[in-house]
């Protein structure tokens, strides 16, 4: 039984910031790939951002340069440093892996993970 649980998730004004966090239960699952999701009300799930085990990241355009996703393989953590968020950011965000190969251009596709959190809540006011 592999876990995810994220954390970090909570209300700010725009411009500010937050860190998500997103835990693994498991100390001998190693995925191949992990990513941050986001889904708004009435909107369908968006891949923001992933990073694989050689440490190759993928971006949305919606969230680069403001967004930057980091592991911490000691810990198995995946973190999503948010800055300079935006009222249009507010969704519900989770994580995801999965241990198998997935390509540059699949690092962002929902279809390619195996393993979700429940997300956490992230509020941006105007």
């Known amino acids: 039984q592999i876990d995810l649980v994220e954390s970090g998730g909570g209300s700010v004004q725009a411009g500010g910031s937050l860190r998500l966090s997103c835990t693994i239960s498991?100390?001998?699952?190693?995925?191949?790939?992990m990513a941050w999701f986001r889904q708004g009300p009435d909107k369908e799930r968006e891949g923001i951002a992933s990073i694989r085990r050689d440490d190759t990241t993928n971006y949305a355009e919606s969230v680069q340069g403001r967004f930057t996703i980091s592991k911490d393989n000691a810990k198995n953590t995946l973190h999503l440093q948010m800055n300079g968020l935006l009222p249009e950011d507010s969704a519900m965000y989770y994580c995801?892996?999965?241990?198998?190969?997935?390509?540059?251009?699949?690092?962002?596709?929902?279809?390619?993970?195996?393993?979700w959190g429940r997300g956490t809540q992230v509020s941006v006011s105007s």
């Open positions: 995801a892996a999965d241990s198998g190969l997935i390509l540059d251009i699949a690092m962002l596709a929902s279809e390619m993970y195996a393993y």
């Open positions: 498991s100390d001998t699952y190693s995925p191949f790939c």
